[in-house]
């Protein structure tokens, strides 16, 4: 029941449970140096710049597909090569991107390109999450998946945290964008959720996060 009161109180304000779980684990991440958020923009509150503990926040570039033209931001395609030179920068923020680049092999192998020797990437990646298009949603990684890739593009100290509580609370997440329009029933149902996921867990020998994940977290050095 660890964060539970986090946890209730920003679902009342109609967060997601994979976004809020996403923020307990950014709070646990420290970023140092040139760091580059992907599938950001500046001054919007949902960077996850904003809860990683960054350690110089001048130093911060944001960097997406899609270009607004009001907004700090340079324009960059995981598809591709992306346009930084080698060993550029020293930290990467990449939360609820990977879903939606259909080539994931190009975008781990130029991250780890473009990371200098020693350099950090933080991220996550929903499992157990509606089809959210932005432009497009392609793929939902386990943490086997994560690990491997990660150790196949040269990355080490590869960790990769599931986060989640069991059946009862993944089904919760799939019907999240109706119940969240009652805030006092919503955080009912998750109560109930977590709680009746957290008694069954009592009984069997898999951790039930491990089959039924909502969102799966990683860091990983160069």
């Not at 591709?80 to 259909?102: A, R």
């Not at 949603?137 to 080490?156: G, P, V, W």
């Amino acid at each position: 029941m660890k964060n539970y009161f986090y946890i209730m109180i920003n679902t009342f304000k109609k967060k997601s449970l994979n976004r809020i779980l996403q923020e307990i684990y950014a709070k646990k991440q420290i970023a140092s140096g040139f760091v580059v958020e992907f599938g950001a923009e500046s001054g919007s509150t949902k960077n996850f710049t904003n809860f990683v503990n960054i350690i110089d926040k001048k130093n911060i570039v944001y960097a997406d597909k899609i270009i607004k033209e009001d907004k700090e931001i340079i324009s960059e395609d995981l598809e591709k090569e992306l346009s930084f030179k080698d060993q550029s920068f020293d930290s990467v923020i990449i939360f609820n991107v990977l879903e939606h680049v259909y080539n994931i092999h190009n975008a781990i192998k130029e991250i780890h390109r473009s990371l200098k020797k020693g350099g950090l990437i933080i991220g996550s990646t929903p499992f157990t999450h509606r089809i959210h298009n932005a432009p497009s949603d392609y793929n939902r990684y386990t943490e086997q998946f994560l690990n491997k890739i990660f150790h196949e593009k040269k990355f080490t100290n590869v960790s990769v945290e599931v986060y989640g509580y069991g059946p009862f609370t993944a089904a919760y997440v799939m019907i999240f964008d109706y119940t969240k329009l009652i805030p006092l029933l919503n955080n009912f149902i998750l109560t109930f959720c977590i709680l009746s996921d957290t008694f069954i867990n009592i009984f069997t020998k898999t951790k039930l996060k491990a089959i039924y994940p909502i969102t799966i977290c990683f860091s990983a050095k160069k």
